[in-house]
C-alpha cells in the first residue's frame, strides 16, 4: 500500500479539528485514504476507499453535482490547478449538510499526476459555540443519541422578548440574553448541556428523571431570573415559559425530541405562560389540529371564503326595545374542522396569515349588507370586528371607501370595532387613523373595555363614539356578591357619558341583568337575553318581528 497513507502527518491532521474532514488519493492506484472522522460522519465504508469519486458522488445533494463535477473535472483534466467549491452533502444521519471543499494535486518530475488530498469543512458547524452567549449551538446536538441516555429535556423561551428588543432596544436585547444565559450556565449541573435553541430559546439536556423534580427546579430557576440587571442598573421583569420531554421514553432521536419540545414550548406559551409543560398526547392533538386547522382555511380562503359566513347579533335599544343594529360575528366551518369558534381561528388566521384577506372580505359582507338591509328596516347601525393589525394595513382606509363606493353605503352606519386594544404600541398612528374615518362619517367603537389595563390610557389618545363594556363585568351583576361590578359598570356608562361617547353594554343574558343596566345611562344592549348572534335569515325574522323583548 502506498506509504501516502502511512504517514503521521495525515493522522495528526485527521485528529485536528472535528468538523473538517480529510482526504488523500492515490492516482496511480485510484485507492483514497479518508479521515476516521470523515468515516463516522459520513457514514462512508471504510477508512481506504477504490474509486472514492463515484461513491462521493453519490453522497453530494443532486441539485449540486454539476457544480461538483466540473470543478473536480477542471482539476483532473488540467484546466485547474485546485479543487475548490461548496455544496451539500448527505451525512450519516440523512441530511444534507453544507461543505466547503479544497483540494489540490500533487504530480512527479515529468508532471504526471499522483496524489490528489484535500479537506471539507463543515460549514453549518463552524460555529460549535454560540458567538453572542457562548452557549453550544444546536448542530451540536448531532453527537447525541437519545435513544442510549436517560434524561428531561428542557426548551425555554423568554416571553414577550420581541417587545422587549422593540420598547429597549437590540443591544439592552443582547445584553439580556448573554446574561440570561449566564444564569442558566450557573443553575445547571455540570453533566447537563445548554444550547442556544434560536432568537431567546435555550435548550438544556439535563439527566433528571423525575418530573417533580424537574418542575421544582424550573420554578426555582424562574424565581432566579424573574427581574434581570443591566449594566447601567436597569432592571426588566422576564417571564420564562418551558416545554419539557424525556427521553427516550417520550423521543428517541434528535428531530423527535425537538418537535416535541417545540410543540410543548408552544403550547406553554400559548396557555400557561411562565410554566413548565410536559409533552403529552393532548398536546400532539392540538398541534395537529392547528396544522389542519391553518390547511383548512387556507383552503377556504383560496375557494372564495367557501365556509365563512356572518352571523348577526341585535343592538338593543333599551328604551324603546327595538333593533338598532347588529354586530357582525365571523363564523367559518371547514372541510375538516367544523366546530371551530372565532377565538381559535382568527387567532390561526392572525398568527399564520389569512387574516388581512378575511377581514377584508367581512368588511364588504357588512357594507353589504347594511346597504342590502336600508330599504326593508331603515339604517340600521351595523358593527364589525377589526384587530389593531387590521386597522394599521396601509390598504385598510382605501378597502373600507371602495367598498363604500361600491355598495353606496352610508359610513355613518357603519360601527367599527376595535379588538385588544392591549396590543396598541403606536397610538399616534391609530389615533390619526381615527380621526380621518370619523370625518368621513364612519363610527369607532372600543370594543370590551375595561379587559385591557391600557383602557383608560387609550381614551386620553383616541377619539371614538362608542365604549362597549365587556361581558365579564356585565354577565352576573343580578347574582349576589356583585356590587362592585354595579359600581364599575354604573361609574363607566357615567364616564361615558361625561366624555360625549356611547355606550354599548355586551353579554346582557337574562331579564333581571336587562333591567338592571336598562336603568342605568346605557345607549344600547347586546346579550343572549335578547338573541344570539344568528345567521341572517334568522336575524331577519327578528326584524321582521320588530319589536324585541321587553
Ligand atoms: P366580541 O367582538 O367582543 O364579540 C362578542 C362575543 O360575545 C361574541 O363571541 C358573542 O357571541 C359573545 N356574546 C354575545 N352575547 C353574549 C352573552 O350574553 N354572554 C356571553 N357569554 N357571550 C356573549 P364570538 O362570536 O365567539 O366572538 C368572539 C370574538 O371573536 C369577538 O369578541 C371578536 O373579538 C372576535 N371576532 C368575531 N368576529 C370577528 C371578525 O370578523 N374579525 C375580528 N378581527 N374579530 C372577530
Ligand atoms: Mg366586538
Ligand atoms: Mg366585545
Redesign the pocket.
Known amino acids: 500500500m502506498s506509504d501516502i497513507f502511512n504517514n503521521e502527518l495525515f493522522e495528526a491532521f485527521a485528529e485536528a479539528s472535528d468538523n473538517v474532514y480529510i482526504y488523500v488519493c492515490d492516482m496511480r492506484t485510484n485507492v483514497s485514504r479518508w479521515s476516521k472522522a470523515s468515516v463516522e460522519y459520513f457514514g462512508l465504508e471504510g477508512e481506504y476507499i477504490e474509486d472514492a469519486g463515484a461513491m462521493w458522488e453519490q453522497h453530494i445533494h443532486p441539485d449540486d453535482r454539476d457544480v461538483y463535477n466540473e470543478d473536480i473535472g477542471g482539476v483532473f483534466s488540467g484546466a485547474k490547478s485546485r479543487h475548490e467549491c461548496q455544496y451539500r452533502a448527505m451525512n450519516c444521519y440523512g441530511e444534507y449538510v453544507w461543505l466547503e471543499c479544497k483540494g489540490s494535486i500533487i504530480k512527479d518530475k515529468d508532471g504526471n499526476p499522483i496524489i490528489f488530498a484535500g479537506l471539507m469543512t463543515r460549514l453549518d458547524g463552524q460555529n460549535k459555540f454560540d458567538s453572542l452567549t457562548g452557549l453550544l449551538t444546536t448542530h451540536e446536538l448531532h453527537h447525541y443519541d437519545f435513544s442510549m441516555k436517560k434524561g428531561i429535556a428542557l426548551l425555554m423561551g423568554i416571553d414577550g422578548f420581541r417587545k422587549v428588543v422593540s420598547n429597549y432596544g437590540y443591544n439592552l436585547g443582547d445584553e439580556l440574553l448573554v446574561t440570561f444565559s449566564k444564569k442558566i450556565k450557573e443553575f445547571c449541573e455540570r453533566d447537563w448541556r445548554v444550547f442556544r435553541f434560536s432568537g431567546d430559546e435555550f435548550l438544556i439536556i439535563t439527566s433528571l428523571v423525575d418530573k417533580d423534580e424537574a418542575e421544582r427546579l424550573y420554578k426555582k430557576f424562574c424565581g432566579e431570573v424573574d427581574t434581570i440587571e443591566m449594566a447601567d442598573g436597569q432592571r426588566i421583569g422576564i417571564s420564562v415559559s418551558g416545554g419539557a420531554v424525556m427521553f427516550p421514553q417520550d423521543a428517541d432521536s434528535r428531530e423527535l425530541l425537538i418537535n416535541k419540545l417545540e410543540h410543548s414550548l408552544e403550547y406553554a406559551k400559548n396557555h400557561y405562560r411562565g410554566e413548565l409543560v410536559f409533552f403529552s398526547e393532548e398536546i400532539a392533538e392540538k398541534h395537529r389540529r392547528g396544522l389542519t386547522l391553518r390547511e383548512d382555511l387556507r383552503n377556504s380562503i383560496r375557494n372564495g371564503f367557501s365556509g365563512f359566513e356572518?352571523?348577526f347579533?341585535p343592538f338593543v335599544n333599551p328604551d324603546a326595545h327595538m333593533i338598532a343594529g347588529c354586530?357582525?360575528?365571523?363564523?367559518w366551518k371547514g372541510e375538516k374542522i367544523t366546530d371551530s369558534?372565532?377565538?381559535e381561528f382568527?387567532k390561526v388566521l392572525e398568527d399564520y396569515g389569512g387574516?388581512r384577506e378575511?377581514?377584508f372580505w367581512?368588511m364588504e359582507q357588512a357594507i353589504k349588507q347594511q346597504v342590502a338591509w336600508r330599504e326593508k328596516y331603515g339604517d340600521l347601525q351595523v358593527s364589525?370586528?377589526?384587530?389593531y393589525q387590521?386597522f394599521m394595513d396601509e390598504d385598510f382606509e382605501d378597502k373600507l371607501i371602495s367598498y363604500i363606493e361600491k355598495y353606496k353605503g352610508s359610513p355613518s352606519s357603519m360601527i367599527i370595532?376595535l379588538?385588544?386594544s392591549c396590543q396598541v404600541d403606536k397610538p399616534q398612528e391609530l389615533s390619526s387613523m381615527f380621526d380621518r374615518l370619523r370625518s368621513r362619517g364612519f363610527k369607532i367603537a372600543l370594543?370590551?373595555f375595561g379587559t385591557a389595563y391600557a383602557s383608560l390610557e387609550m381614551l386620553k389618545c383616541l377619539h371614538v363614539d362608542y365604549i362597549?363594556v365587556?361581558?365579564s363585568f356585565v354577565?352576573e351583576l343580578s347574582e349576589p356578591g356583585h356590587d362592585i361590578d354595579y359600581v364599575i359598570i354604573d361609574n363607566l356608562l357615567d364616564m361615558c357619558r361625561r366624555l360625549g361617547y356611547d355606550s354599548i353594554v355586551?353579554?346582557?343574558?337574562n331579564g333581571k341583568v336587562a333591567d338592571i343596566v336598562g336603568e342605568m345611562d346605557v345607549t344600547l344592549l347586546?346579550?343572549?337575553?335578547y338573541s344570539?348572534?344568528v345567521c341572517q335569515k334568522e336575524f331577519e325574522k327578528l326584524l321582521d318581528a320588530d319589536k324585541i323583548k321587553s
Open positions: 356572518l352571523f347579533q354586530e357582525c360575528l365571523l363564523r369558534y372565532p377565538m382568527i387574516i378575511v377581514g367581512v364589525f370586528n377589526v384587530s387590521q370595532e379588538t385588544e370594543d370590551d362597549k365587556e361581558h354577565r355586551e353579554g346582557v343574558e347586546q346579550g343572549y337575553y344570539r348572534p
